[in-house]
């Protein structure tokens, strides 16, 4: 640390994001990337800005905003296109929340939360998740506080139904709800559709799971037009061309490649069902996975143990040393090679 650095920030613990080695090529299964390549439509229309990367990007947005809304059938002026979900999100806890209005979310949920909370010098509470990690919505119902929780939940990939997530946002009229899909379109409802019931609710998603974009870095939220116009003021305060030519045209290619996503999606969804077989025979347990990976634990094995073990045979899992989740690995749902790969390498951990 400088003799510089600002005394707001002296005790902040930046988030950790999961290995993205570049010296070796490793089966990569720990931060939930898609396994299959970008739309083809994407790419096309990536390359054609990119001969255009001597002008600014269009801080409106506006071609994304309105194939947004055609997807969602929705109005342009409910969506906002970011840098990557992670940005909408920490706009959110910027616009949203302050020392009279603090923030909560489970205690085993994303860990960006907190770091934005921490940042924005925002009070917040973590929820004890019930013993099988699901979220009792009961500690949510009129909590009087903004509340954030990611739909499936991550690292546990259990999902809440809309009717649960309904009743949390309807008895907190006077808070916002954060509702992060980054992972809804493994097999979990969206809420979307509730937007125009509740003028509190902000629904964010991600394409960088199902659309094949993580790369880009493109997220967005949805939500009534005045959250959205409070959004704007934070984004046009910080950075109003947050999202580049390229990807805000690759990202109107995926959209109109539509099938393209949802045979993925399927895909995955399938090899999940056969991930989850093969775990069970090797004598894990797991979650009730609604995303595109498993939380799994061997009853005999140390999750760190397991992690080291696998990255030492060339394949990359995510382990999080924190209480309560350490016997287990996040292993993301690749293609057909990826896992025989994986339980090859697990096959052996386990015989030795
Ligand atoms: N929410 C959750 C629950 C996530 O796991 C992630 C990905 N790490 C994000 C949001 C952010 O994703 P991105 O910024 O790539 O859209």
Do not use: W
Request: proline share 4%; hydrophobic share 35%.
């Amino acid at each position: 640390m400088s003799r510089f650095f600002s005394e707001k920030y002296k005790k902040l613990v930046p988030y950790t994001p999961g290995e993205q080695p570049r010296d070796v090529v490793y089966t990569k299964l720990n931060t939930n990337e898609s396994p299959f390549p970008p739309s083809e439509k994407a790419i096309k229309y990536a390359a054609i800005e990119a001969e255009k990367l001597q002008l600014y990007s269009d801080p409106t947005c506006k071609f994304l905003h309105q194939k947004l809304a055609e997807t969602f059938d929705v109005s342009a002026d409910e969506v906002l296109a970011t840098n990557g979900s992670d940005e909408i999100l920490n706009f959110a806890f910027m616009a949203f929340c302050d020392k009279n209005n603090p923030a909560v979310f489970p205690n085993i949920t994303y860990g960006f939360y907190k770091v934005f909370a921490e940042i924005n010098g925002i009070p917040y509470e973590e929820i004890t998740l019930k013993d099988d990690f699901t979220i009792d919505i009961n500690d949510y119902i009129g909590i009087g506080k903004n509340i954030f929780i990611a739909n499936p939940n991550a690292p546990t990939g259990i999902a809440l139904s809309v009717t649960d997530i309904e009743k949390i946002v309807a008895s907190n009229p006077d808070n916002i709800v954060v509702i992060d899909e980054a992972y809804v379109d493994f097999g979990a409802e969206s809420c979307v559709s509730l937007i125009h019931k509740y003028e509190n609710l902000l629904v964010t998603q991600t394409f960088s799971k199902s659309r094949s974009m993580a790369g880009a870095r493109l997220g967005f939220g949805i939500g009534c037009k005045a959250l959205i116009q409070d959004l704007n003021t934070i984004k046009y305060s910080t950075n109003p061309y947050n999202v580049n030519r390229m990807t805000m045209a690759a990202g109107i290619g995926v959209l109109e490649d539509d099938d393209y996503t949802k045979k993925n999606c399927n895909i995955i969804i399938e090899n999940r069902k056969y991930l989850e077989k093969e775990l069970e025979r090797l004598g894990f347990v797991f979650t009730e996975s609604k995303t595109n990976f498993v939380f799994a634990k061997h009853p005999s094995y140390d999750g760190g143990f397991l992690y080291q073990k696998l990255k030492e045979k060339g394949v990359l899992v995510r382990h999080f040393a924190t209480d309560k989740i350490s016997d287990y690995l996040r292993i993301t749902v690749g293609d057909s090679n990826q896992i025989k790969t994986l339980l090859t390498s697990l096959e052996s951990i386990l015989e030795d």
